[in-house]
């Protein structure tokens, strides 16, 4: 990272984006919401099952709009601009930048290890099936914390990279997941999984772009232009194929363009960043109050808590529902009357989930991040790929997992020091003076 400011320091001037917030906390309640409510549960002759709940025609094309993935990774890589234009305005290094940056992305996934390890012993005991099925459930949502984390580590090369050529980086990360597209339809299906680089890279440059106010200069009958241009490509995409017809996996469409994701989410992305932009310029100074300003500001100061704990909590929910199988319907008409119920349930359980790892990520911000590159940079390298091969075999203490869930541990403490933050050190030091003073003399 370079350490002297230069003529993108334009853009530390960048106050704090209300749009992208309310972005993240609209997003966030998709995802909790579509994922509590897709798959229908029951207890059939005595034997649990668990299926899609969501299926036909309309709900697949409900998925387009309702895709928000591209606008995580969006506001992530206009998060990442504003820190790395601050750590250079005062020339700090790239350890400085990613120590901090990866801990605290890695230390809340220590908290959910400790809990389904806590959770496999418990259900071992009963039912080894199930304690395998509520790991590989709890560690599916992790994908997006491994592919965060790389574009995290990377976020100073990529704004480097649109400051020299704005549109160098999204056009070369295009061009490559279209030829894993091109490699996958053409049977060849072994490098899909590139696309969780290329794709959701390509959209975290598209939170670059929107950071550097790349189309402040073309005007809102343009921005609609490229708005309508990325609908249409989609369209061509989707509709004699080969791309997929839904943007989720569906009971009758199980295969989506999601996972692993194809060109059709870059083009996605770009509509909704063309769609965002309109909408932040008539938000231009516009600022929540009251009580809608601490909702927003809670839901993204939260939300990496919200989006790991948001399955254990509906799994909670559930598990408590087998010892009374009434309460899990097989009518679907019925389950779904139901699910107003569940989702408050599950957003009880879910909030005392938050309130406690918020205790926990305090606890861990009393210590200071490691700065030296080296140190961190194998830090991070372990915790993502820690992380993906947790996703990949599931939350475990036994075999691969177990060792994943080990690489994640030691990731954190290579990324942490035992030295208090000066925040805590002058806590801490204000508490022993009142001691002092308020003592026997």
């Not at 491994?146 to 020299?164: G, S």
Request: aromatic share 10%; charged share 10%.
């Amino acid at each position: 990272m370079v350490t002297q400011p230069d003529r993108v320091m334009r853009s530390n001037v960048i106050k704090r984006d209300w749009t992208i917030d309310i972005v993240r906390v609209c997003s966030i309640t998709v995802v909790v919401i579509v994922h509590w409510i897709s798959i229908r549960v029951t207890v059939v002759d005595g034997t649990v099952r668990g299926d899609p709940a969501l299926h036909g025609r309309p709900i697949g094309a409900l998925t387009w709009p309702l895709q928000v993935m591209p606008m995580f990774f969006l506001a992530g890589g206009f998060a990442n601009t504003l820190i790395v234009d601050r750590y250079r305005a005062r020339g700090r290094t790239y350890g400085d930048y990613l120590g901090l940056r990866v801990r605290r992305l890695t230390t809340p996934v220590i908290a959910l290890i400790a809990f389904i390890v806590a959770l496999d012993i418990g259900l071992d005991a009963f039912s080894e099936p199930a304690a395998a099925a509520a790991a590989d459930v709890v560690a599916s949502p992790l994908w997006f914390l491994a592919v965060y984390l790389i574009a995290a580590m990377v976020a100073p090369f990529a704004v480097r990279a649109h400051d020299v050529s704005a549109l160098l980086a999204p056009v070369v990360l295009l061009g490559c997941s279209f030829a894993v597209d091109v490699l996958r339809f053409g049977g060849v299906g072994r490098f899909a999984e590139w696309n969780l680089i290329f794709v959701w890279l390509f959209c975290h440059q598209l939170g670059i772009l929107y950071a550097r106010g790349t189309l402040g200069p073309i005007g809102d009958s343009g921005v609609l232009l490229i708005a309508a241009a990325g609908i249409g490509v989609l369209i061509v995409m989707v509709v004699p194929g080969p791309y997929f017809p839904t943007m989720l996996g569906l009971a009758d469409a199980p295969v989506s363009n999601l996972a692993p994701p194809t060109t059709a989410m870059s083009i996605l992305a770009v509509t909704q960043f063309a769609v965002l932009v309109l909408v932040s310029r008539r938000l231009t100074g516009w600022q929540p109050r009251g009580r809608a300003r601490r909702v927003i500001t809670t839901g993204a100061t939260q939300l990496m808590n919200i989006y790991l704990w948001h399955i254990p909590a509906m799994a909670i929910v559930t598990g408590a529902a087998l010892a009374a199988p009434l309460l899990l319907p097989s009518d679907a008409g019925t389950w779904w009357v139901a699910r107003p119920l569940w989702i408050v349930a599950a957003a009880v359980v879910l909030f005392g989930f938050v309130r406690i790892t918020g205790r926990w990520d305090a606890f861990c911000a009393r210590y200071a991040a490691r700065t030296a590159t080296l140190p961190v940079l194998a830090g991070s390298v372990l915790a993502a790929a820690g992380i993906f091969a947790l996703w990949r075999y599931g939350l475990s203490p036994h075999g691969m997992a177990g060792l994943a869930a080990l690489s994640v541990v030691l990731a954190a403490v290579l990324l942490t020091t035992t030295r208090r933050t000066p925040y805590f050190q002058s806590k801490s030091s204000k508490s022993s003076r009142s001691c002092r003073t308020s003592g026997p003399s």
